[in-house]
């Protein structure tokens, strides 16, 4: 079981990617979608979260509320370490046990984990493979505000406060270009799934 990292900074056409392998039969597991599990009301983490950061980033359906966390932690990395040091450990726990589940269910598949925060936080995993989304600064600005609504400084903040591209490029086994069409990007996924048939 090819057991593959997949990461980009926020607009990188990681999305894209991941999509396509789905389409190709990959098992893709999503780390965003882990994290908002583990941070469910009633759970540990958002216990840990509420009372290392206080009430008010729970809203009044008990749920975290995300933009208030967001503003606490941003720009600060005391803050942003106590975060993370209690959420990484819950998401590494949750997102082997869906690792695992996979292999059991088919021992030959090609299982994708979809993570923005790789150098951050699973750099030194054992993965097989790890896939980077990359695109220039410029191209993710325009897309943030063109496709998401932002206004250009907050999506350069946004870019600013994660690692750099060529820390990304660095660690990277496979760089995908997604700056021009989706086709372009897509043909290179289809390529590299085809390296992965022909290894597997």
Do not use: C
């Not at 979608?33 to 509420?50: D, K, N």
């Not at 995993?125 to 220039?136: G, R, S």
Request: aromatic content about 4%.
């Amino acid at each position: 079981m090819p057991l593959i990292a997949l990461t980009g900074g926020i607009a990188s056409g990681k999305s894209t990617i991941a999509a396509r392998l789905a389409e190709h039969g990959a098992t893709i597991i999503d780390a965003d979608g882990i994290v908002r599990e583990v941070q469910q009301p009633g759970s540990p983490v958002l216990e840990a979260i509420a009372a290392s950061f206080g009430a008010e980033v729970i809203a009044a359906d008990g749920t975290l509320d995300r933009a208030a966390l967001g503003t606490r932690v941003f720009g600060d990395d005391e803050a942003l370490q106590r975060l993370n040091a209690i959420v990484h450990p819950a998401v590494r726990v949750e997102s082997q046990r869906r690792f695992d589940a996979a292999l059991a269910a088919d021992p030959s598949a090609v299982v994708v984990y979809d993570v923005p925060l790789l150098v951050e936080a699973r750099v030194d995993d054992p993965w097989d493979l790890i896939v980077v989304a990359d695109a220039p600064a410029e191209v993710r600005i325009q897309r943030m505000v063109e496709l998401r609504g932002m206004s250009e400084d907050d999506a350069r903040r946004r870019i600013g406060a994660q690692v750099p591209d060529d820390v990304r490029r660095a660690i990277a086994d496979v760089v995908i270009d997604t700056s021009g069409s989706v086709q372009h990007t897509i043909e290179q996924v289809d390529a590299l799934w085809r390296s992965l048939s022909v290894t597997a």
